[in-house]
């Protein structure tokens, strides 16, 4: 039986131990990530904000999520960029679509 817990507590650790790399291996400096989705993917930024999770008192974000995304291909990626200038991927796809553009209203202007 012990034996059993410390097989399972081995493999368990040595999957987390595996994934920090993987996770480190999709972030660069955001101007890297940019210039590898415009040259290898076609992809060109089609929209994107603020993560409103790292809002702090000010209303300063400590994020931007921004999604690529090739008309032609179909491919979109989406990226998660820091205060620090590093890009993380956090999602890609294929079968891209594109729907009407969200256009904020402007305020004290009236129709």
Known sequence: MLFKRIVAAGLA???VLTAIPAQAGDCAAREQV???????YAERLTGGGLNDAGL???GAGD????I???PETGSFTVILTGADGIACILATGTNWFETRAMT???AGIES
Do not use: H, I, K, Y
């Not at 940019?34 to 290898?40: A, F």
């Open 13 to 15: 650790v040595g999957a």
């Open 34 to 40: 940019v210039q590898r989705l415009e040259r290898d």
């Open 56 to 58: 702090d008192e000010s």
């Open 63 to 66: 994020a931007v999520v921004e």
């Open 68 to 70: 690529w995304a090739s």
């Open 104 to 106: 904020p209203e402007q």
